[in-house]
């Protein structure tokens, strides 16, 4: 699993006990977005002063440009594989999206639109069984949809309305931790396919700091506080 955080352009990478500092990106950004694991992750979008629309990948050494997404923001929610990734929502600093973005390895296709534009929404699991919560639309969002990999169902919402979470785990087993709902919060909801239940909140509040693993073995780094 791999990080790319910060209004930076560096990468740090993760072998189950330790991090390690990874190559630089193209890019110095923040808000940017990052799915796939530590030897093929892709990182896209944030802020560099404006809205990018660049996608690199990462081998487990060094990033290379690939094809730009069609709108750029910072902020979006991205969810899957190196293959068959998923980028939602975001922010360009004028205005919020609800449009999707798929990845095939190589380039960027048109997705379901979600119900309402947005950023900050959480997802997770894969392309074609992906989950999201959460959000901003102007105000925070407690909603949550699933995604068959052409469009998006709503489901049951979550107990609390926030944004910028870190989420991890697949569409039927999922974790969705801390976030800002008005402030930044440490409260944990899982959902187990049909309905959303409390967990064990994280040691520390905070909010857009990235998550990744599985709902029996998650993990959340980095993040503001404040």
């Not at 902020?75 to 609800?98: K, R």
């Not at 107990?159 to 999922?174: I, N, P, Y």
Request: glycine share 18%; charged share 10%; net charge negative.
């Amino acid at each position: 699993w791999f990080c790319a955080c910060g209004n930076l352009d560096i990468s740090e990478i993760y072998n189950g006990s330790a991090w390690s500092a990874g190559d630089p990106s193209s890019e110095s950004k923040n808000g940017a977005a990052t799915f796939g694991t530590s030897t093929a992750g892709v990182l896209s979008s944030g802020w560099t002063g404006s809205a990018s629309t660049r996608t690199e990948e990462f081998d487990g050494s060094s990033f290379t440009t690939t094809g730009s997404l069609a709108q750029g923001v910072y902020h979006s929610g991205t969810t899957g594989t190196q293959t068959a990734g998923l980028s939602v929502g975001g922010y360009d600093n004028s205005s919020f999206y609800a449009s999707a973005e798929e990845y095939d390895g190589n380039s960027w296709a048109d997705g379901g639109d979600l119900a309402a534009a947005q950023y900050g929404t959480t997802p997770l699991g894969t392309l074609t069984a992906a989950l999201t919560a959460g959000g901003d639309s102007g105000s925070k969002l407690n909603t949550a949809y699933e995604y068959n990999g052409t469009s998006w169902a709503a489901i049951t919402a979550q107990s609390e309305a926030k944004r910028l979470s870190q989420g991890f785990g697949v569409q039927t087993d999922g974790v969705i931790c801390g976030g800002s709902a008005g402030s930044i919060v440490a409260t944990v909801q899982i959902w187990n396919g049909s309905a959303w239940s409390t967990g064990t909140s994280m040691s520390e509040a905070k909010g857009i700091g990235q998550g990744g693993g599985t709902a029996s073995a998650g993990i959340t780094v980095g993040g503001h506080d404040g």
